[in-house]
T-cell receptor, first 113, second 116 residues
Framework: DSGVTQTPKHLITATGQRVTLRCSPR?????VYWYQQSLDQGLQFLIQ???????AKGNILERFSAQQFPDLHSELNLSSLELGDSALYFC????????????FGSGTRLTVV | AQSVSQHNHHVILSEAASLELGCNYS??????LFWYVQYPGQHLQLLLK??????LVKGIKGFEAEFIKSKFSFNLRKPSVQWSDTAEYFC??????????????FGKGTKLSVKP
């Protein structure tokens, strides 16, 4: 157990639907990062939050959004889902905004059918 | 844009063989470099990291990596692999001083299969 908790572990949904992925960072970590891992694209950075504020944005689609709540947990919302959104979605956390080494969660495997 | 290249998609070795996985990055400024490992069905774990100082970095489980600035490389090595090293290995780079930009750019990963 890395200390970063992601739920759910698996999610199967239909095209056009909307899902929410949840991440609780390791205790004491203020920064949360979301990554998408797919076979063809590898690990792609989506977005970073630090202490409730968006800090950096990567290759995140407009159909995707995220937020970090006062208790520091984060949610990634994926809407109008397409088959190509099927992937592993990882959350990672770190103490500060700069990177001193992440701690990753176990991921949520999303399958869009 | 910064990028990370891992040359080998899949490496197959016998136990006790030596390992070297290549990693090259494209960025001319200050970089922080990382190797992560992902065992089957598990989350990514940090193997080692380089920020500054001695370019030969030792990590967990007997792994080490050497930063060669002139070659933009950060190759991972292990003198003698074990079956338990079977996993996928990811090289990653973060630009700026002390990781000021935060997010990591990952290579596509190298799958290592170790035959008992």
């Amino acid at each position: 157990d890395s200390g970063v908790t992601q739920t759910p572990k698996h999610l199967i949904t239909a095209t056009g639907q909307r899902v929410t992925l949840r991440c609780s960072p390791r205790s004491g970590d203020l920064s949360v990062y979301w990554y998408q891992q797919s076979l063809d694209q590898g690990l792609q950075f989506l977005i970073q939050y630090y202490n409730g504020e968006e800090r950096a944005k990567g290759n995140i689609l407009e159909r995707f959004s995220a937020q970090q709540f006062p208790d520091l947990h984060s949610e990634l919302n994926l809407s109008s889902l397409e088959l190509g959104d099927s992937a592993l979605y990882f959350c990672a956390s770190s103490v500060a905004s700069g990177n001193y080494g992440y701690t990753f969660g176990s991921g949520t495997r999303l399958t869009v059918v | 844009a910064q990028s990370v290249s891992q040359h080998n998609h899949h490496v197959i070795l016998s136990e006790a063989a030596s390992l070297e996985l290549g990693c090259n990055y494209s960025y001319g400024g200050t970089v922080n470099l990382f190797w992560y490992v992902q065992y089957p069905g598990q989350h990514l774990q940090l193997l080692l990291k380089y920020f500054s100082g001695d370019p030969l970095v030792k990590g967990i489980k007997g792994f080490e990596a050497e930063f060669i600035k002139s070659k933009f490389s950060f190759n991972l090595r292990k003198p003698s692999v074990q079956w338990s090293d079977t996993a996928e290995y990811f090289c990653a780079v973060n630009v700026g001083i002390r990781g000021s930009q935060g997010n990591l750019i990952f290579g596509k990963g190298t799958k290592l299969s170790v035959k008992p």
